[in-house]
């Protein structure tokens, strides 16, 4: 069974109440609870995690490959644009992550337009609402089968 970590960072938890105009009115339990339902249907264990402090979703990065997930779903907020900390921490690892952001980051204001962690991953999905988690997850699965469904 693929073990894949779903990873939330700063200003996450907040999901449902901060600025439901962008991001809506789901929670990160909820959005953590459906996900972990697709996955289960798919074969997969999701891990679902969330914090403020960039160390720790370093940590969680790091114990992603030790621990053997077949991939991470990303969320950096705001480090997307300025932590070269965290872009290290997905360029040291083998396990293929794909970067989520709920909003169009490329529409917002000027300074969320560049991520120097979306060069670090398999892919980014912006703009699609909690719908881009599940293209997420859908993506890694994909990649962890492999190419030859392309090739079909």
Request: glycine share 8%.
């Amino acid at each position: 069974m693929m073990k894949i970590l779903l990873l939330n960072g700063p200003n996450l938890n907040r999901l449902g109440r901060r600025e439901p105009h962008i991001y809506g009115h789901v929670t990160l339990a909820q959005l953590e609870n459906r996900l972990a339902s697709l996955a289960e249907k798919e074969d997969c264990r999701l891990k679902a995690a969330q914090s403020n402090h960039e160390g720790e979703l370093i940590d969680l990065i790091h114990q992603a490959e030790d621990e053997g997930y077949g991939g991470i779903i990303l969320n950096p907020g705001a480090f997307t644009h300025y932590s070269y900390a965290l872009r290290d921490a997905v360029a040291s690892v083998s396990v293929p992550v794909v970067e989520v952001h709920i909003s169009n980051i490329h529409a917002r204001e000027a300074f969320r337009h560049q991520s120097v962690v979306a060069p670090e991953t398999i892919g980014q999905i912006v703009g699609l609402g909690l719908f881009g988690y599940e293209l997420a997850l859908q993506a890694i699965m994909k990649n962890h089968k492999g190419v030859e469904d392309d090739e079909a």
